[in-house]
């Protein structure tokens, strides 16, 4: 059983950055992979980013903005945002799973921290 907390989420404006914190409790840490999704309003649920201890994936549409990180001593997985978008707007997910990537199923869900990216 894994617990995950997402933070970090807020308005900001075009072109500015974030970074979102993801806390996890319960198992070891360091044996899942991460990942990050997102969801718009209207919009299905969509894969974001993932690490593992062998893998990182990134979706196109993030691709060289976002930076997913992971600190295993702190049990902590975060998601650099730079240059954002307003496009970039949605409830941001953190997520664990046995192998990462965005395809797969993962097994623990936070509850999500909504991102806000103004014009």
């Known amino acids: 059983q894994v617990q995950l907390v997402e933070s970090g989420g807020g308005l900001v404006q075009a072109g500015g950055s974030l970074r979102l914190s993801c806390a996890a409790s319960g198992r070891t840490f360091s044996r899942y992979a991460m990942g990050w999704f997102r969801q718009a309003p209207g919009k299905e649920r969509e894969f974001v980013a993932s690490?593992?201890?062998?893998?990182?994936y990134y979706a196109d549409s993030v691709k060289g903005r976002f930076t997913i990180s992971r600190d295993n001593a702190k049990n902590t997985v975060y998601l650099q945002m730079n240059s954002l978008k307003p496009e970039d707007t949605a409830v941001y997910y953190c997520?664990?799973?046995?192998?990462?990537?965005?395809?797969?199923?993962?097994?623990?869900w936070g509850q999500g921290t909504q991102v806000t990216v103004s014009s």
């Open positions: 997520a664990a799973g046995s192998i990462g990537g965005p395809r797969v199923p993962y097994d623990y």
């Open positions: 690490r593992s201890g062998i893998n990182t």
